[in-house]
């Protein structure tokens, strides 16, 4: 199998900190985003989306969404367990991923690219009104979160769960994205610096 | 447990018809979202989110967010798979369950909360323009939704799976927000009208 990388993207942070924390190796087929590699043929011919990640494996069936390829390697290699174990484990982190994904993630990239003058050509039409609005929609979210982590250490319970890696990647997405986390949300800031001290968070 | 219900909001009928094809019944606390009554004590208590549906078990604990609340009932009772059987099975459900909410019931939902007129005290600011950007959005991914439809039955396969729940309904939301399938599209058509006619379809 071959994973289609597109670097420094989000989306495919996503699938290579998961890949890490499982201690699963996959040869990495690289592709220039920042030179719209992803709309040439190479992509659009597995993905009519065209977009990454893309995960194609050895039989040519292609595997696209970072959490579709993530849950295909959580039911190949099942520890560590990064979907949760038992229904409500498993429930509870469905949940944050969701809520990392919607209150959070979706917030900051549509500021990102409703915003920033590099993503003119990505995001058609361009709306700077829509990206202002999702600013405080991030914060008003890193508040809630600011009070769950108080009595725990990871988004989802005791264990490291994939709604971390994306609560991490969405803050780390902040900064391009011009979002500053509250500096009174100590909790937040704890749990994001242990999240970034993990090897996992380099890959 | 009992399942805070939100009448024909699309997340809580989301659950709904997955119960119905689950052949789960669980009692529902109906609540009245056109009156805003998610944004009450008795659900901001509960999800300070302030969103349905919302399951509650008989313990206390919480479970928010709709594919969450879906995927406690599958761990609960695998039968009828409705996220796919096995490794590949599986991720193919959640990628085509991830196609469809984020380019086509997502769209749809930013048309209709940004332009229909009943939406201006839930969407603030409101956004006509970027309503109308949505609206193509739904209708290329509902291109490419009629040609992957050409030579199977269901979304991520030959099953049944909650990615077909997911486009029925945001096909079927498409109504309110103004936008049309277009004619031309037979096998989205056909696939949509099979849904449409299982029983689960009115839960």
Known sequence: MKLFDGGKAPNPRRVRVFLAEKGIEVPLVPVDMGAFGHREEQVASRNPLRRLPLLELDDGTVITE?????????????????????????????????????????????AFRHIHPAMKEWEVPQIPEWGEANKPKAIEFLHLLDNELADREFAAGDAYSIADI?????????????????EELA???????????????DA
């Not at 994306?166 to 509250?182: E, H, L, N, S, Y």
């Not at 749990?191 to 001290?197: I, K």
Request: positive net charge; proline residues 8%; aromatic residues 8%.
């Open 187 to 201: 909790n937040v800031r704890r749990w994001h610096a242990a999240l970034r001290a993990r090897p996992s968070a």
């Open 166 to 182: 994306t609560g991490m990647i969405a803050i780390d997405f902040m900064k391009p994205a011009r979002v500053q986390v509250p």
């Open 66 to 110: 970072s959490v579709a390829i993530c849950r295909y390697f959580e039911e190949l290699q099942p520890a560590p367990a990064l979907f949760g174990t038992g229904a409500l484990g498993k429930a509870l982190v469905e949940m944050w991923q969701r809520r990392m994904e919607l209150n959070l993630m979706s917030p900051v990239a549509q």
